[in-house]
């Protein structure tokens, strides 16, 4: 993973990803305020995560599903913007879950 902004950098710390079964996958290696956060039973259900024009300790999130065969064929089915950590770590935990 590049490295990233230490805001986002400070969020992977406190969500425990190991322990939640959960995974970064960083297709945005240019964008230094974001990452992808998914399950790892499906990388392509994922929910992208940035810090970019929030305020600090905040975030703008989109839980993304897939649509098709191609890595690009998705579809956001929540937003969330200027969030706090709790509402972020609840919207990972319902995104993720597996149903």
């Not at 992977?12 to 996958?25: A, F, P, S």
């Not at 690009?72 to 950590?85: H, I, L, M, N």
Request: net charge negative.
């Amino acid at each position: 993973m590049a490295r990233k902004d230490p805001e986002i950098s400070r969020l992977l710390e406190r969500l425990d990803l190991e322990n939640r079964g959960w995974q970064i996958v960083d297709s945005w290696d240019a964008d230094m305020c974001s990452v992808g956060i998914c399950g790892r039973a499906n990388e392509r259900r994922l929910v992208y995560v940035s810090t970019c024009n929030v305020p600090p300790g905040h975030y703008y999130f989109s839980c993304d599903v897939p649509t098709g065969e191609l890595k690009t064929d998705y579809e956001t089915v929540r937003e969330g913007e200027a969030t706090s950590f709790a509402a972020l770590q609840l919207a990972l935990e319902q995104h993720l879950t597996p149903h």
